[in-house]
């Protein structure tokens, strides 16, 4: 069985190492401009270049997003971008517009093209064409199960690599080709300005009786009709490889170093295990208990186990948040952990470390010591810096957490 890649999310600089460190075999990020998250933190051509150099030292890719849907405006300043990327040495450019495309084969040749998710492929017929145009990778809508994927992938030529997310946040619309935003907030989704307005509370009212709004609420804020639950594929790797998938996705270019780290470490550890195990494989419990450490909505597998079943939560549009950051270690030395303060706690916390490469283990913080050494009740400060004694070294970056 052939294990895909780890394809993980990075909003900038920092979160890209993170997610380097933590177990991707590549990773997504964007620009300045032409990306689909514009609230999200952006790279600028040093940061790139720096990202760049970073994850090819250490084996890893680096894909750019260009996949919104451009105007003539920004189409004259795209060249210049794609050249600073081809300069930079980026892996691949991921698109969805034709005519970026066309660019990213003259200014950027030695740069894969990857087709991004808001091109909505659901056939054979579609890939295979893009193919042809130059495409080394395409994207799948998610509105595919796993037998169509399994399809696709047996009718096109076998050196397009076929894409699919596997973790995060689901669209209500078709993979996130949305009207919503822009015509209840003037924010076009297809441009990377989503207000997600698929997550807000609705009420009902009957046409010919405007203000009069009648009841159908699950919690007294209101009703969330759109909302859609997030994606967990997980225990379910061993079937995308059989599918065919080259490269496992996770959403989230917007989400915390935290999410980047917990993620990339559980699908990294997933990975690897199906990788010794094979037929026999059975998702690791501590990769499951891993991702309800994040903040997220109730889990769901989509589409690919076929028509989806309660996937959408009605009673609220929040996250589930379970855990917390104390504390990041910083170093090691003389049996003494070394971490700055996130968020307070007390002597006597059993503290849950998250370091890379590891299953997650205890660090109890029976003796706490200030930065000189002075014996210490409590850490109450952020950006404070503590001592914790400890039987061996934990790696600079790992995360000390506490359940909420």
Same mark, same amino acid.
């Given at each position: 069985? =052939?294990?895909?890649?780890?394809?993980?999310?990075?909003?900038?600089?920092?979160?890209?190492?993170?997610?380097?460190?933590?177990?991707?075999?590549?990773?997504? @990020?964007?620009?300045?401009?032409?990306?689909?998250?514009?609230?999200?933190? =952006?790279?600028?051509?040093?940061?790139?270049?720096?990202? /760049?150099?970073?994850?090819?030292?250490?084996?890893?890719?680096?894909?750019? %997003?260009?996949?919104?849907?451009?105007?003539?405006? $920004?189409?004259?300043?795209?060249? $210049?971008?794609?050249?600073?990327?081809?300069?930079?040495?980026?892996?691949?450019? !991921?698109?969805?517009?034709?005519?970026?495309?066309?660019?990213?084969? =003259?200014?950027?040749?030695?740069? $894969?093209?990857? !087709?991004?998710?808001?091109?909505?492929?659901?056939?054979?017929?579609?890939?295979?064409?893009?193919?042809?145009?130059? *495409?080394? &990778?395409? /994207?799948?809508?998610? $509105?595919?199960?796993?037998?169509?994927? &399994?399809?696709?992938?047996?009718?096109?030529?076998?050196?397009?690599?076929?894409?699919?997310?596997?973790?995060?946040?689901?669209? /209500?619309?078709?993979?996130?080709?949305?009207?919503?935003?822009?015509?209840? %907030?003037? &924010?076009?989704?297809?441009?990377?300005?989503?207000?997600?307005?698929?997550?807000?509370?609705?009420?009902?009212?009957?046409?010919?009786?405007?203000?009069?709004?009648?009841? @159908?609420?699950?919690?007294?804020?209101? %009703?969330?009709?759109?909302?859609?639950?997030?994606?967990?594929?997980?225990?379910?790797?061993?079937?995308?490889? *059989?599918?065919?998938?080259?490269?496992?996705? !996770?959403?989230?270019?917007?989400?915390?170093?935290?999410?980047?780290?917990?993620?990339a470490n559980a699908y990294r550890g997933a990975l690897d295990s199906l990788e010794i195990s094979g037929d026999n494989w059975k998702l690791p419990e501590w990769v499951s208990e891993e991702l309800n450490k994040i903040s997220h909505r109730t889990y769901s597998t989509g589409f690919y186990l076929g028509k989806p079943e309660n996937a959408q939560t009605y009673e609220n549009a929040g996250y589930i948040r379970d855990y917390f950051i104390a504390a990041v270690v910083t170093g090691y030395e003389n049996g003494m952990i070394t971490a700055v303060l996130k968020n307070k706690f007390s002597r006597g916390a059993k503290l849950d470390c998250l370091e890379a490469g590891s299953k997650p283990f205890t660090v109890p913080a029976d003796i706490l010591y200030d930065k000189i050494g002075n014996e210490i009740e409590?850490?109450?400060?952020?950006?404070?810096? /503590?001592? !914790?004694?400890?039987? &061996?070294?934990?790696? *600079?970056?790992?995360?000390?957490?506490?359940?909420?």
């Open positions: 069985m =052939k294990i895909p890649e780890l394809l993980c999310p990075a909003g900038d600089l920092a979160r890209l190492k993170t997610a380097v460190d933590f177990g991707a075999d590549a990773v997504y @990020i964007a620009g300045e401009e032409f990306g689909m998250r514009t609230a999200a933190a =952006k790279f600028s051509m040093d940061d790139i270049a720096e990202g /760049v150099k970073y994850a090819h030292a250490r084996g890893v890719r680096v894909h750019v %997003t260009c996949n919104t849907v451009p105007h003539d405006g $920004e189409m004259a300043r795209m060249p $210049e971008f794609l050249r600073c990327l081809r300069n930079v040495g980026v892996d691949a450019v !991921i698109v969805s517009d034709i005519g970026t495309l066309s660019l990213v084969k =003259k200014y950027a040749p030695g740069c $894969e093209i990857h !087709i991004s998710v808001q091109s909505g492929i659901v056939n054979s017929v579609t890939a295979a064409e893009f193919y042809k145009m130059g *495409a080394k &990778r395409v /994207v799948l809508a998610r $509105e595919l199960s796993l037998e169509e994927i &399994r399809h696709i992938r047996d009718n096109t030529p076998k050196e397009l690599e076929i894409e699919a997310f596997a973790h995060g946040a689901m669209c /209500v619309s078709f993979s996130a080709r949305c009207l919503l935003s822009s015509y209840m %907030t003037g &924010r076009d989704a297809n441009r990377g300005d989503c207000a997600q307005p698929c997550r807000w509370s609705y009420s009902l009212m009957e046409e010919k009786r405007p203000g009069q709004y009648y009841d @159908i609420t699950e919690t007294e804020k209101g %009703t969330y009709i759109l909302n859609a639950n997030d994606m967990c594929m997980a225990p379910y790797l061993d079937k995308m490889a *059989a599918a065919g998938i080259d490269s496992i996705k !996770i959403e989230g270019r917007a989400k915390s170093d935290y999410y980047v780290a917990v993620t409590s850490a109450p400060s952020p950006m404070m810096t /503590v001592k !914790i004694p400890f039987e &061996r070294e934990i790696k *600079a970056g790992s995360m000390l957490r506490l359940k909420a």
